[in-house]
């Protein structure tokens, strides 16, 4: 999959798809949205508006009030490549919420995946 299709994808239909991965792991919504919240700031309302406005991904994390300053801390492997190594900006932060999810859904600890 190219990065201009990943970018093109409503943020709405990926959404849900990240919440039925925790869930099917033991995790909750709340958990998936505290981490959205984390990584970029928004808050429940703000998400809210951007999947009601089915922002695509590229406009979501554009739109995004601010990337946590920890999300460098970020490390390890998403679909075969490490997260830290990834050139391209808007694919990293992508990524980053696809590692924090896949930390979720593992049964890290919440305070752990939010690198607290």
């Not at 709405?12 to 700031?41: C, H, M, N, Q």
């Not at 009030?65 to 492997?77: D, S």
């Not at 980053?96 to 995946?113: F, I, N, Q």
Request: glycine share 6%.
């Amino acid at each position: 999959m190219t990065n201009q299709r990943v970018y093109r994808m409503p943020f709405a239909s990926v959404y849900p798809l990240l919440v039925k991965k925790v869930e099917r792991k033991g995790r909750t919504k709340a958990e998936v949205d505290a981490v959205i919240f984390w990584l970029t700031g928004y808050n429940e309302q703000g998400l809210r508006d951007q999947l009601d406005q089915a922002v695509d991904m590229e406009t979501f994390y554009a739109q995004a009030p601010q990337i946590n300053p920890n999300a460098v801390k970020i490390k390890g492997l998403i679909c075969g490549h490490r997260v830290e190594e990834i050139a391209d900006p808007l694919m990293q932060k992508v990524r980053w919420l696809d590692k924090l999810v896949d930390e979720l859904a593992r049964g890290k600890a919440l305070d752990k995946v939010l690198r607290a």
